[in-house]
């Protein structure tokens, strides 16, 4: 089945949300700070779902204690 970009970066933007959590606090330092880079690397297919995975995750993250 054949997606619009509108779905994919809604798919995208609830997976972020949901899978944030996970890989954000893998690589964090104790005082918050990051290990290393996080890179998305995606097809031509895949870029909506990518920027919507990003901003999922941006959202989540700007709304968690740390």
Same mark, same amino acid.
Request: no cysteine; net charge positive; hydrophobic share 40%.
């Given at each position: 089945?054949?997606? /619009?970009?509108?779905?994919? $970066? ?6 972020? $949300? ?8 893998? &690589?964090?330092? $104790? ?7 996080? $890179? %998305? %690397? #995606? ?5 909506? &779902?990518?920027?919507?995975? %990003?901003?999922? /995750?941006?959202?989540? /993250? #700007?709304?968690?204690? &740390?």
């Amino acid at each position: 089945m054949n997606y /619009s970009v509108a779905d994919g $970066k809604d798919v995208g933007l609830n997976a972020g $949300k949901r899978y944030a959590r996970y890989f954000l606090f893998a &690589y964090q330092n $104790k005082n918050g700070s990051f290990k290393e880079a996080i $890179k %998305i %690397i #995606t097809h031509s297919m895949g870029a909506a &779902y990518a920027k919507g995975f %990003i901003v999922g /995750s941006i959202a989540w /993250s #700007t709304y968690q204690p &740390y």
